[in-house]
């Protein structure tokens, strides 16, 4: 209480000494203010030399009657230098190294939330390594990032757990997943390949936890362009694919080397099409829906063969 009448009265009475100099109005001794929004006055309680703060001390820094930032540590030329700490109203607190009034080098930022990050800093922000962590109430709660910070955000190589059980492993830039990574999932489910703000994007290598799996394009998470993919019980599709679904050309291969080359569309054959069984029968014809409908040619187990007409999969000689 008598700290807060103290200031309310050196606020009409003492402004600053210079623009980059701020003087305690206690006892006169200065610091750099250059740092700090106008209006602003410090309490420095440590040793001053030629009217220079210059030591270890505390530093309260005041506005409006109310203390705003304290620091505890060396004071270089009225500078905060060397390592300290300094805490904020709301509870965030800095702990680690400064560089002419700034925190730089290495530190840890902790909030009231348990949210934590420790490693590089440089100019105030995360730079280098560095491990963040998120508390309750962050909006990424229980998540934890270990890897490389470029002014405050995630770019570069790092490892990024999240609260439900996924994990991603590669590239960063600008705080999203984009470059070249590995998306692990609980179930036992991956993709491998490129990610553009945080999605499948380019080429990769999709497995399921059934054992299904996919090597190809991918557009915005879908399975979009040229790829393989392979079911459990071994069947094969190679073609063209858009959305996750078989569209275009493409050829799917059964386990008992049955076989169809052709047209898709909606994720069924549509459109001209080969189909030859392991028994010997082929088609070669007109397909709507996954059935053999309207004219082709024909050859049956006994070589027999000539044009023909199907309809919903029934086919007879013409």
């Keep these: 209480m008598r700290l807060s009448l103290f200031l309310s009265l050196v606020l009409l009475t003492f402004p600053a000494l210079a623009e980059s100099w701020t003087a305690d109005p206690r006892n006169g001794c200065r610091v750099r203010s250059e740092n700090r929004p106008p209006g602003e ?6 040793p001053c030399r030629n009217g220079v703060a210059e030591g270890t001390g505390r530093l309260i820094w005041v506005a409006r009657n109310r203390a705003v930032f304290l620091y505890e540590g060396p004071l270089v030329a009225g500078q905060m230098h060397g390592d300290g700490a300094f805490e904020l109203p709301n509870g965030q ?5 400064f560089v002419d009034d700034v925190a730089s080098g290495h530190g840890v930022y902790t909030w009231p939330n348990g949210s934590r990050y420790e490693g590089g800093i440089r100019n105030g922000a995360f730079n280098g390594r560095g491990i963040r962590t998120w508390g309750e109430g962050s909006g990424f709660a229980g998540d934890r990032y270990e ?6 955000r995630r770019t570069g190589k790092g490892v990024y757990a ?16 984009t470059g070249h990574g ?27 936890p059934d054992g299904a799996r996919y090597w190809g394009d991918f557009l915005e998470d879908e399975r979009t362009g040229e790829g393989v993919h392979i079911w459990p019980n071994g069947e094969r599709y190679e073609g063209t694919l858009v959305d996750g679904r078989r569209h275009g050309h493409g050829a799917y291969l059964w386990p008992n080397d049955s076989l169809y080359v052709g047209d898709f569309s909606g994720d069924k054959a ?7 069984w392991a028994d ?19 050859t049956d187990p006994s070589g027999d063969h000539g044009p023909c007409r199907c309809a919903d999969n029934e086919c007879s000689f013409k």
């Design 270 to 276: 549509n459109g001209k099409g080969l189909r030859i």
């Design 280 to 298: 010997g029968r082929r088609y070669d014809g007109d397909w709507v829906d996954d059935a053999r409908h309207g004219e082709g040619w024909c």
């Design 147 to 152: 890897g490389d910070f470029v002014d405050g």
């Design 93 to 97: 607190r800095y702990e680690g190294s």
């Design 162 to 177: 999240f609260a439900n059980g996924h994990r991603y492993t590669g590239d960063f830039l600008d705080n999203k997943l």
């Design 182 to 208: 590995l998306y692990e999932y609980p179930d036992g489910g991956r993709y491998e390949g490129d990610l553009v703000d945080g999605r499948f994007h380019g080429r990769g290598f999709r497995l399921w």
């Design 41 to 46: 006055l410090p309490v420095w309680e440590g």
